[in-house]
């Protein structure tokens, strides 16, 4: 099992940029996928990002898309979300997945972090 947990939310005015970050120990293996997803308040899950372990192939939520890019480094554990030109309608909480699908459904993500709140005020 793979144990995520994220840090680097906050409060932002539009406009702004906050990197999240997300930590991952135990076992990976060469097809394993991190992604980002998303859920504001009275919302479903939405998957903002995702990217494979070895390969760095990455890809977006059509919303974010040249504003937001998903990044790993292999020697830390860690996948990064660093958001540009924030938008109200980017708050959410957002929640690091681990597994081994390159799909964009939540349900095929096997491991998941408890989220960190991020807030963009207008």
């Known amino acids: 099992q793979v144990r995520l947990v994220e840090s680097g939310g906050g409060l932002v005015q539009t406009g702004g940029s906050l990197r999240l970050s997300c930590v991952a120990s135990?076992?990976?293996?060469?097809?394993?996928?991190v992604a980002w997803f998303r859920q504001a308040p009275g919302k479903e899950r939405e998957f903002v990002a995702r990217?494979?372990?070895?390969?760095?192939?990455?890809y977006y939520t059509d919303s974010v898309k040249g504003r937001f890019t998903i990044s790993r480094d292999s020697a830390k554990n860690t996948v990064y979300l660093q958001m540009n030109s924030l938008k109200p309608e980017d708050t959410a909480v957002y929640y690091c997945?681990?597994?081994?699908?390159?799909?964009?459904?939540?349900?095929?993500?096997?491991?998941w972090g408890v989220g960190t709140q991020v807030t963009v005020s207008s």
């Open positions: 997945a681990g597994g081994y699908s390159a799909g964009s459904d939540p349900a095929l993500f096997g491991s």
């Open positions: 135990g076992r990976t293996f060469s097809n394993y996928n």
């Open positions: 990217i494979n372990w070895v390969s760095r192939s990455t």
